[in-house]
């Protein structure tokens, strides 16, 4: 089991995601395939196929580990990108699917599946939504360089006023 409040590797939510197959239920996770990076192209980092209500769909899943949007509009650019050569299920694996995540995967029309069992699929076989549960993994980061720039002009105010 993965601690809380530590910056997760794409390797680790993978393997993450595989264990925990239950916890998507009704969602049945079938199975969890790594696909190596080949070349200098984009590739998926992994085949995912699942199982609700009898159907059974395949996707090919980009692991995230951050979940801040930048990074995450960035992966769903590659994501359309690859879409556009053939007609595949794409999934976004990430720690957690937030508010904005969700509204950006439904902006695209993709799907998304997150490590505390919440998950938004989109494709023309399925259509399968489950957003309630909390997050497990919340993200922190420390403030870099805090005390230069335009950062740090409020603390030098403080300093210069107490004199």
């Known amino acids: ?29 079938l199975s969890v395939e790594a696909q190596p990076g080949v070349g200098t192209g984009y590739r998926p980092d992994a ?11 395949v996707f090919l899943a980009e692991i995230n ?16 990108t690859y879409a556009a050569r053939g007609k ?9 699917l937030s508010k904005t995540i969700v509204e950006m995967l439904n902006r695209e029309r993709l799907s998304g599946l997150d490590l505390n069992g919440n998950y ?3 494709s023309p076989e399925m259509m399968a939504i489950r957003l309630d549960q909390k997050n497990q993994f919340p993200e922190s980061q420390p403030i870099r360089k805090i005390f230069s720039g335009n950062s740090s002009l409020v603390g030098r105010l403080f300093l210069a006023a107490k004199r």
């Open 1 to 29: 089991m993965i601690q809380a409040n530590t910056i997760l590797s794409e390797k680790a939510i993978l393997t993450e995601f595989s264990r925990q197959k239950g916890r998507y239920f009704p969602l049945e996770i």
């Open 47 to 57: 085949r995912v196929t699942l199982r609700w209500r009898g159907r059974k769909v």
């Open 65 to 80: 580990a951050r979940t801040a949007p930048k990074g995450i509009d960035q992966s769903l650019g590659q994501m359309k």
């Open 88 to 96: 595949q299920n794409l999934l976004l694996v990430v720690p957690y």
């Open 120 to 122: 938004l699929l989109q």
